[in-house]
């Protein structure tokens, strides 16, 4: 079991920078495979960026793609979110999600087991 928990959201002009951490309880961090997800009003929950469990393998929302980027710590057992040059669209409720092993579609949410209580991220334009 692995419980998570997310710091960093805020209040920020476009084109600035955030940086999101989620903290995993847990002694095996590096057997979990992360995602971020994020949730605008009145819409589904998307992917937003996915890690392997060793680090070496990351994925993207092309909507995202160029200006974010995923990270690891397993030492410290965090997965990161650096979001720069943020835009007005990126304004959502940020998720942690971890799940054992790897997922047959990172990009879907059933894939993922747990989940953290969500970071709000608001850009104003």
């Known amino acids: 079991q692995v419980q998570l928990v997310e710091s960093g959201g805020g209040l920020v002009q476009a084109g600035d920078s955030l940086r999101l951490s989620c903290a995993a309880s847990g002694r095996t961090f590096s057997n979990y495979f992360m995602g971020w997800f994020r949730q605008a009003p009145g819409k589904e929950r998307e992917i937003v960026a996915a890690i392997s469990g060793s680090g070496g393998s990351t994925y993207y929302a092309g909507s995202v793609e160029g200006r974010f980027t995923i990270s690891r710590d397993n030492a410290k057992n965090t997965v990161y979110l650096q979001m720069n040059s943020l835009k007005p669209e990126d304004t959502a409720v940020y998720y942690c999600?971890?799940?054992?092993?790897?997922?047959?579609?990172?990009?879907?949410?059933?894939?993922?087991?747990?989940w953290g209580q969500g970071t709000q991220v608001t850009v104003s334009s």
């Open positions: 999600a971890a799940r054992l092993g790897w997922p047959g579609d990172y990009r879907n949410v059933h894939e993922y087991n747990h």
